[in-house]
């Protein structure tokens, strides 16, 4: 079984395939796409990557995609690609947060990701309780009293920010790939646990959806 992982979200975006073996994920390929190339680059960056793995785009069974929250472009570009991709070929689509990868390939109970003008976008886990997600300036930080350490980041911008605020050192760790997220949505994939397709939106974490829980992953 043949899964693509799509990620547009940040400053640069990848793709990825991966095959199920044992309800496990054996990573074919994944390639990197610049930021400001994504419309150009995503769909023959997947058709390349299909003939490079020796298999078509018939036998995909289903789809990861980061859904946000970064750049709004290019979440936009990403899930429309994988909209259109699904409605071709009837596969399942799992889309999860970039904050939620982020976080769990740190290991952290909170991930923050730059939101530019000041502002970030904040994932907190606290035990036994859904995670929100929120759009943040750092007087709202600063009101809610920090926030629990360690936290995770992988923008220097966002680093700075946290150790200026927290007075601590944040954990620095690689940006999400489409990879990472294949294997971070396989166990909803394999449960069936799909989005659907017709009102898949981003994770913008703008105006009225700022502040509000999403989803675990």
């Given at each position: 079984m043949i899964l693509l992982g799509v990620d547009t979200c940040g400053a640069f975006g990848s793709i990825a395939l991966g095959r199920?073996?044992?309800?496990?994920?054996?990573?074919?390929?994944?390639?990197?796409?610049?930021?400001?190339?994504?419309?150009?680059?995503?769909?023959?960056?997947?058709?390349?990557?299909?003939?490079?793995?020796?298999?078509?785009?018939g036998d995909l069974r289903g789809?990861?995609?980061?859904?946000?929250?970064?750049?709004?472009?290019?979440?936009?570009?990403?899930?429309?690609?994988?909209?259109?991709?699904?409605?071709?070929?009837?596969?399942?689509?799992?889309?999860?947060?970039?904050?939620?990868?982020?976080?769990?390939?740190?290991?952290?109970?909170?991930?923050?990701l730059d939101a530019h003008r000041g502002q970030v976008y904040c994932r907190i886990y606290a035990e036994g309780e859904a995670a929100p997600e929120m759009l943040l300036t750092a007087g709202e930080i600063n009101a809610m009293g920090g926030l629990p350490l360690p936290v995770a980041v992988c923008e220097e911008a966002a680093a700075q920010l946290v150790e200026m605020l927290l007075e601590a050192e944040p954990m620095r760790v690689p940006a999400p790939t489409a990879g990472k997220a294949l294997r971070f949505g396989l166990a909803r994939w394999l449960a069936r646990d799909c989005d659907d397709v017709a009102s898949l939106d981003g994770y913008y974490l703008r105006g009225a959806d700022a502040k509000m829980p999403t989803r675990g992953v």
């Open positions: 199920v073996v044992d309800r496990e994920l054996v990573l074919l390929g994944e390639k990197r796409m610049e930021g400001g190339e994504f419309a150009a680059a995503l769909l023959q960056g997947i058709a390349d990557l299909l003939d490079e793995s020796g298999v078509g785009i789809i990861v995609a980061v859904a946000g929250p970064g750049s709004f472009t290019g979440i936009r570009i990403g899930l429309s690609t994988v909209k259109g991709l699904a409605e071709v070929t009837g596969v399942g689509v799992v889309a999860i947060s970039r904050l939620a990868l982020l976080a769990a390939e740190a290991g952290t109970p909170c991930a923050v």
